[in-house]
């Protein structure tokens, strides 16, 4: 099991930029892969983005690809949103999320560790 922490969100206008951070516990991380998943008022959990145990291969949802950044540090165990071009339909709860599968998808199912998400509010 691995403790994740978000941090980061918060109100910005549209076309702006916003940097999600997430922390995760124990000396394991890189065994994790990681992703970030968005949930807007009244909508089901979606997938943003994904990134390999070892930071070589990332995942994007079309709706944010060339606008949204995952990467992330195994040594600091952070994994990173960089969002730009933000869009109010960007607005959502978004959550950092770890996988120790062995196999590899994007559909939440795929991930059984997650955080407690943090409020991202784009006004246009």
């Known amino acids: 099991q691995v403790q994740l922490v978000e941090s980061g969100g918060g109100l910005v206008q549209a076309g702006g930029s916003l940097r999600l951070s997430c922390a995760a516990s124990?000396?394991?991380?890189?065994?994790?892969?990681m992703a970030w998943f968005r949930q807007a008022s009244g909508k089901e959990r979606e997938f943003v983005a994904a990134i390999s145990r070892n930071g070589a291969a990332t995942y994007y949802a079309d709706s944010v690809k060339g606008r949204f950044t995952i990467s992330r540090d195994n040594a600091k165990n952070i994994v990173d949103l960089q969002m730009n071009s933000l869009k109010p339909e960007d607005t959502a709860v978004y959550y950092c999320?770890?996988?120790?599968?062995?196999?590899?998808?994007?559909?939440?199912?795929?991930?059984?560790?997650w955080g407690q998400g943090t409020q991202v509010t784009v006004s246009s």
């Open positions: 999320a770890a996988s120790s599968f062995v196999a590899v998808g994007n559909h939440e199912r795929m991930f059984d560790n």
């Open positions: 124990g000396r394991t991380f890189s065994r994790y892969r």
